[in-house]
């Protein structure tokens, strides 16, 4: 099952990571209710996989994606895979490099190296890696931007891309650009809206309440949508990191429904 880049999409756990952490059952009831199906946890909330999978499965439930940290990636490999095949989901993403900003090429060329091996090993068990943009890597580098670099010099077969659009819109890339020019190398998408008025960087931070519903923001989403459906993504998620979530995310949902692929 894949999701539609207008009507309902998915949802990132990381959007209600704190009803998850109170009670996983009775968030992916307020999930269902929504109308969402397809989730992309960035955590178990302290549930082995077997659990969370029967959750999900009691529900019609399905996670496509598994979220985990740079560093996790590379130690419990072999555990994350048996980890995303019990989940069920076809990807396994990281969404942030640990380094000292500035993000540098000597930064960028190690998360090459690193992807490009863990990709390959993910690629052998059935599972595609993303790797999920942050802002940071669009330093300009050699006429481009090391997104660029890390994008060509990544392994098209086994290293794929989620875009966030939001951090890219966020350090001055253009998302539907993006897309349009790495139409084959992204399969998932974090659907997210910038408030107006706030000017971006190169840092990958902004404040969690600069998250606003979809359709609210800077960000020019029928534009995106349009892009993204000529793509490959495969996977669209609402992540809302703002404390505004209970009246936001359904707003999301009816704007998204408003517009047509």
């Not at 968030?27 to 960035?42: A, M, R």
Request: charged letters at 20%; a negative charge.
């Amino acid at each position: 099952m894949t999701t539609s880049p207008t009507g309902t999409p998915g949802l990132v756990s990381y959007t209600y990571r704190n009803e998850f952490q109170q009670d996983v059952g009775a968030t992916l009831d307020l999930v269902q209710g929504l109308g969402i199906t397809d989730l992309e946890f960035s955590s178990l909330f302290d549930h082995s996989a077997e659990d969370l999978r029967r959750l999900l499965d009691a529900r019609g439930l399905q996670c496509s994606s598994y979220g985990v940290g740079f560093a996790e990636l590379q130690s419990r490999t072999a555990e994350i895979i048996a980890e995303a095949k019990v989940l069920g989901a076809d990807f396994v993403r990281v969404a942030w490099i640990p380094h000292e900003a500035p993000f540098g090429p000597a930064d960028a060329e190690n998360a090459i190296a690193i992807f490009n091996r863990i990709g390959a090993s993910l690629h052998d068990h059935g599972l595609t890696f993303c790797y999920h943009n942050h802002g940071y890597e669009f330093a300009p580098h050699d006429g481009q931007t090391l997104f660029d670099l890390m994008v060509q010099s990544t392994d098209p077969e086994t290293v794929g891309f989620e875009l966030d659009i939001l951090w890219a819109h966020f350090p001055g890339a253009d998302p539907a650009q993006l897309l349009r020019t790495y139409s084959e190398r992204f399969h998932l998408m974090h659907l997210k809206d910038l408030r107006r008025g706030v000017v971006g960087d190169l840092t990958g931070k902004t404040a969690q309440e600069n998250d606003v519903a979809l359709g609210d923001g800077q960000l020019d989403l029928p534009g995106i949508l349009q892009a993204a459906a000529r793509s490959s993504i495969s996977h669209y998620y609402i992540e809302d990191e703002s404390p505004s979530v209970a009246p936001q995310v359904p707003r999301s949902l009816a704007y998204l429904a408003t517009l047509t692929p």
